[in-house]
């Protein structure tokens, strides 16, 4: 196993959500419109950003987040509201955590394991001393000796 590789592996992007709060920014104050969709599928050539109104909400969605079920794409909250939208840049940065400062946080962490390169190989050889014995330990329970006292050993080791 490579800590370091999965660990950068899990980075997450920026983008759409940068581009498309600093589109929103320019217009702060003002009522979200269909149009605002359109510039930011034009200056990020995704094509798929729209403003989905349900459930009394407004969101900005992009990647096909709806049709797959939230598998793909994102979400940004615009408003708790579907009628009377306006954009403010304080409640989208407040209400999208996740896609702003607490993201930006899970990154600085990474950031630090990975320049923790001697901790990232230690835990490498601890996993992989792991793996190596519990192997052995699954083998040696399927002696018959054990045969009475299996399960409540396995679930000793699990």
Same mark, same amino acid.
């Given at each position: 196993?490579?800590?370091?590789? @999965?660990?950068?592996?899990?980075?997450? +992007? /920026?983008?759409?959500? %940068?581009?498309?709060?600093?589109?929103? #920014?320019?217009?702060?104050?003002?009522?979200?419109?269909?149009?605002?969709?359109?510039?930011?599928?034009?200056?990020?050539?995704?094509?798929?950003?729209?403003?989905?109104?349900?459930?009394?909400?407004?969101?900005?969605?992009?990647?096909?987040?709806?049709?797959?079920?939230?598998?793909?794409?994102?979400? @940004?909250?615009?408003?708790?509201?579907? +009628? /009377?939208?306006?954009? %403010?840049?304080?409640?989208?940065?407040? #209400?999208?955590?996740?896609?702003?400062?607490?993201?930006?946080?899970?990154?600085?962490?990474?950031?630090?394991?990975?320049?923790?390169?001697?901790?990232?190989?230690?835990?490498?050889?601890?996993?992989?001393?792991?793996?190596?014995?519990?192997?052995?330990?699954?083998?040696?329970?399927?002696?018959?000796?054990?045969?009475?006292?299996?399960?409540?050993?396995?679930?000793?080791?699990?």
């Amino acid at each position: 196993m490579n800590t370091a590789s @999965l660990i950068q592996s899990r980075i997450e +992007s /920026n983008e759409p959500q %940068d581009t498309i709060l600093k589109i929103l #920014r320019k217009y702060d104050g003002k009522r979200l419109t269909k149009r605002h969709a359109v510039e930011v599928n034009k200056a990020m050539a995704i094509g798929t950003c729209r403003i989905s109104k349900r459930w009394g909400m407004t969101d900005i969605e992009w990647g096909n987040y709806e049709s797959s079920g939230g598998v793909t794409g994102g979400t @940004l909250l615009m408003a708790d509201s579907d +009628s /009377n939208v306006f954009i %403010d840049v304080s409640f989208i940065l407040e #209400r999208n955590k996740s896609q702003f400062s607490a993201k930006d946080k899970r990154n600085e962490i990474r950031e630090k394991a990975l320049a923790s390169r001697f901790v990232c190989a230690a835990l490498d050889v601890a996993i992989q001393r792991y793996v190596d014995a519990k192997a052995v330990m699954e083998t040696l329970l399927l002696n018959e000796v054990f045969e009475p006292d299996r399960d409540f050993l396995e679930k000793q080791i699990a």
